[in-house]
């Protein structure tokens, strides 16, 4: 019965070093719980875990904004597609206007492009020509 209960404590001594990385010792009547247990390990994996949150977030939305502008780009034709070819260098972001006032931007570069204000006006000079 004694060769069987060193053989528990031998195999729970194994375990504690294997799992908890803590040996237990020979002396069981002074058993001592580790300072690090299994659970604040566990807790620690969490943390670090809810830590990556930010920057994975960050990068899959980085990863969309480029999605976003080569669907975009796929749909240009004639001009619009030249367009891009020469601007494309210089788009970093689908749109987020606080990076660098937005000039780095899909969005504002192509408003900037396509609805300038030269244009506008153009556009409205031939709406009241048409009326």
Same mark, same amino acid.
């Given at each position: 019965? /004694? @060769? ?8 729970? +001594?194994?375990?504690?070093?294997? &799992?908890? !990385? ?36 960050? /990068? @899959? ?8 502008? +080569?669907?975009?780009?796929?749909? &240009?034709? !004639? ?53």
């Amino acid at each position: 019965m /004694a @060769a069987e209960r060193n053989y528990i404590r031998e195999d729970l +001594r194994t375990f504690g070093n294997i &799992m908890l !990385g803590h040996d237990i010792g020979n002396d069981w009547n002074a058993l001592v719980p580790p300072a690090d247990t299994i659970f604040g390990r566990i807790n620690q994996v969490e943390t670090r875990v809810g830590n990556l949150a930010g920057p994975v977030n960050r /990068a @899959a939305k980085g990863a969309n904004q480029i999605d976003k502008i +080569r669907k975009a780009a796929a749909c &240009m034709r !004639g001009e619009a597609a030249d367009w891009y070819e020469n601007k494309r260098g210089e788009i970093q972001r689908w749109e987020e206007d606080t990076h660098n006032h937005g000039n780095n931007n899909f969005t504002k570069i192509l408003k900037d492009h396509y609805a300038s204000d030269i244009r506008k006006n153009q556009w409205i000079r031939e709406l009241q020509t048409i009326r």
